[in-house]
């Protein structure tokens, strides 16, 4: 009996102090309840860099396994901002600060177990240059079934203009208040 309370009170200690974790790592990202409609486009406006700016690219990997319907939809964040979604192997970009920046993707879902996907990755900025973060999703087979994961990492830039050049612009708009739940 002492044991099973022991473990109990271990257990509430951990996740209480996990919670500030939690917390701390999803400030990288967006609140919770802003969804987005989102396409990829065949326009791609021509970029300009802000004086004093950098220029952030985050561009969507994914290969849809067999038999899978429909495109994700990923949320990117910067220093708890949403800027935007990407759907169908397609990207966003934005202007950021010089200075030390965090970034994060996250499935948007109406299933709990993908709406939990999130990746996070920080950087720091400097003025005129042009960061490459590749958020890609990928399958993983099991004897017990099929998951999917999403990862959020910076690319070198040979790569990251490839995938600019090839993939559409995201153009992403927030849902309505009403759509939004």
Excluded at 43 to 64: H, L, S
Excluded at 155 to 163: K, R, S, T, V
């Amino acid at each position: 009996m002492k044991l099973a309370i022991a473990v109990l009170l271990f257990a509430i200690s951990a996740l209480a102090q996990d919670q500030p974790a939690l917390k701390q790592a999803e400030s990288a990202c967006g609140p919770a309840n802003v969804n987005f409609d989102a396409q990829a486009s065949t326009n791609k406006p021509p970029e300009k860099m802000e004086t004093g700016k950098a220029i952030v690219y985050v561009t969507e990997v994914f290969q849809k396994a067999p038999g899978e319907m429909g495109n994700p939809t990923l949320r990117v964040g910067l220093d708890g901002t949403w800027m935007g979604a990407t759907r169908s192997n397609s990207y966003v970009s934005f202007s950021v600060n010089p200075g030390e920046h965090h970034l994060c993707t996250n499935w948007q879902s109406h299933f709990k177990r993908l709406s939990r996907e999130a990746a996070f990755t920080s950087f720091t900025a400097e003025a005129g240059k042009r960061y490459y973060f590749r958020a890609r999703v990928t399958y993983n087979s099991a004897y017990n079934g099929t998951s999917m994961s999403l990862d959020l990492e910076p690319i070198n830039p040979d790569e990251g203009q490839f995938l600019v050049a090839s993939n559409g612009l995201s153009v992403s708009h927030p849902k309505s208040r009403a759509s939004n739940k």
